[in-house]
T-cell receptor
Framework: AQSVSQHNHHVILSEAASLELGCNYSYGGTVNLFWYVQYPGQHLQLLLK??????LVKGIKGFEAEFIKSKFSFNLRKPSVQWSDTAEYFCAVRSNNAGNMLTFGGGTRLMVKP | GAGVSQTPSNKVTEKGKYVELRCDPISGHTALYWYRQSLGQGPEFLIY????????DSGLPNDRFFAVRPEGSVSTLKIQRTERGDSAVYLC??????????FGPGTRLTVL
């Protein structure tokens, strides 16, 4: 069965610091990769997605992620975080051999201090 | 436009009772998904509908859980003989193509 690991459960940063959240998955087939964000009191929203092509994906609000197939990774980055980025971030994978459902990581709770 | 809506937003019930959770997908989205998110964890897949039929129900934990989508739009997740371990946020998502999934706000179920 496929699985998704997010290494950092809680991250605390000051504004303007750089962010990198790790995501690794265990599946060898063709995958689609996603990062979702959940702001306090709100529902899950898509930040960015990778289906094919350029492995460096740009998303909303200045976020980007890089798909490294050899490392089974899809890390999320942002050069300079803002207080408004305080949220929980979820990495998710959909594999072509495991149906249409998403398999989510456990999430990373990010707190940005003003 | 309107997003995915779920009702109720909160449901408190007693152990052993029956509950129904409703999902209204985005209009025109043929794919509909149910997930369950326990405290401190990521969402876990329950069931996936393509149109009216359940294309994949491999995530349903046991036969107390059942879901329907009779007209290919609104879906209802039904839980019989609820247990305290069923307490979680139940999320619904819809998709036009099966690629990107759009999530609703969830129903927080508390079983006392």
């Amino acid at each position: 069965a496929q699985s998704v690991s997010q290494h950092n459960h809680h991250v605390i940063l000051s504004e303007a610091a750089s962010l990198e959240l790790g995501c690794n998955y265990s599946y060898g087939g063709t995958v689609n990769l996603f990062w979702y964000v959940q702001y306090p009191g709100q529902h899950l929203q898509l930040l960015l997605k990778y289906f094919s092509g350029d492995p460096l994906v740009k998303g909303i609000k200045g976020f980007e992620a890089e798909f490294i197939k050899s490392k089974f990774s899809f890390n999320l980055r942002k050069p300079s975080v803002q207080w408004s980025d305080t949220a929980e971030y979820f990495c998710a994978v959909r594999s072509n051999n495991a149906g249409n459902m998403l398999t989510f990581g456990g999430g990373t709770r990010l707190m940005v201090k003003p | 436009g309107a997003g995915v809506s779920q009702t109720p937003s909160n449901k408190v019930t007693e152990k052993g009772k029956y509950v129904e959770l409703r999902c209204d997908p985005i209009s025109g989205h043929t794919a509909l998904y149910w997930y369950r998110q326990s405290l401190g964890q990521g969402p876990e897949f329950l069931i996936y509908f393509q149109g009216t039929g359940a294309a994949d129900d491999s995530g349903l934990p046991n036969d107390r859980f059942f879901a329907v989508r009779p007209e290919g739009s609104v879906s209802t997740l039904k839980i019989q003989r609820t247990e305290r371990g069923d307490s979680a946020v139940y999320l619904c998502a819809s998709s036009p193509t099966g690629n990107e999934q759009f999530f609703g706000p969830g129903t927080r179920l508390t079983v006392l």
